[in-house]
């Protein structure tokens, strides 16, 4: 019984390895799950991630144009064709972020865009992205 329980010991000390770094939020990690659940079309997941005010904003905003969020999402994305989000940079102070980063596509393009990010209840929340 006891050597049956020394062989899941790895076992074991992988998934606690595995949940503990799924938990990390940077805004880094944010932003590029951010984008991982645009390209994928999961629009209600990705609005989890906008701080309190950016979500009101763009519910505002997009409400009045034609085709809501999930048109700007899918030009953003190219209609889910994201290849990469690669950093270029970040600056954090306190509970606000920013964050540079380069949106690849499968096509080759690329396109430059920056965000400011807060912490809200402990997690890092987009702000309007430029």
Do not use: H
């Amino acid at each position: 019984m006891i050597s049956k329980l020394f062989r899941l010991v790895p076992q074991i000390v992988s998934y606690c390895i595995m949940i503990s770094c799924s938990s990390v939020n940077s805004p880094e990690d944010t932003v590029k799950q951010f984008y991982q659940y645009l390209n994928k079309g999961e629009y209600s997941k990705a609005k989890q991630l906008y701080t309190i005010e950016a979500k009101q904003m763009v519910e505002g905003q997009f409400m009045a144009m034609g085709g809501g969020f999930s048109k700007w999402a899918d030009a953003e994305t190219k209609n889910g064709a994201v290849k990469e989000i690669k950093i270029a940079g970040s600056q954090i102070r306190g509970e606000g972020a920013s964050v540079q980063y380069e949106i690849v596509y499968v096509n080759g393009e690329t396109k430059r865009k920056s965000v400011s990010l807060t912490k809200e209840n402990g997690s890092w929340k987009i702000g309007l992205i430029q």
